[in-house]
């Protein structure tokens, strides 16, 4: 059984190559309740680990919608992930997020979650976005400014 504090201890890996393609990397603690009966933590979290990720880009690339939504923003249009090891409490994740193609209503995001206390890469996730107009539901074209933005953030990792 690990203690909190060998945890912590542990969870100072350096997981930079393992993130070095991503320009977003965020930090998560898995919580206790992130765990299931199986005694393992839940698929769902990493879902959760991946939204909060995704909303950071986001808010990074000024796409993030105010609430209530109205204007355009972004909606996600499907998520896929492979699951390569299970993680138990306590950990830390560390998610790096990228775009990895910008269509004309769209682009593609991709996630890596690395675990700090297994010191390997836990799960790979894949989203769609679809950028809309919130009060039609109609999709528009990423904007100009949008496409800029993303650009500048994955120039920071080349």
């Not at 765990?35 to 993030?64: K, P, Q």
């Not at 269509?103 to 799960?123: D, K, P, Q, T, W």
Request: overall charge neutral; hydrophobic content about 40%.
């Amino acid at each position: 059984m690990r203690t909190m504090d060998a945890a912590r201890a542990e969870n100072s890996f350096d997981d930079s190559p393992l993130l070095a393609e991503f320009p977003i990397i965020t930090e998560v603690s898995v919580l206790w309740g992130d765990e299931d009966s199986f005694g393992h933590v839940n698929n769902v979290a990493y879902l959760r680990w991946c939204e909060t990720a995704r909303v950071e880009y986001l808010r990074r690339i000024d796409l993030l919608p105010e609430m209530p939504p109205r204007g355009l923003g972004p909606i996600l249009a499907s998520l896929t992930c492979h699951y390569r090891r299970p993680l138990k409490y306590p950990d830390t994740v560390a998610v790096g997020t990228r775009v990895t193609s910008v269509g004309n209503s769209s682009f593609r995001m991709e996630h890596r979650i690395v675990s700090r206390y297994l010191r390997e890469i836990v799960a790979e996730a894949n989203s769609a976005m679809v950028t809309v107009d919130y009060s039609t539901g109609k999709t528009q074209r990423v904007p100009e400014k949008v496409r800029e933005a993303i650009a500048r953030l994955e120039q920071l990792r080349a």
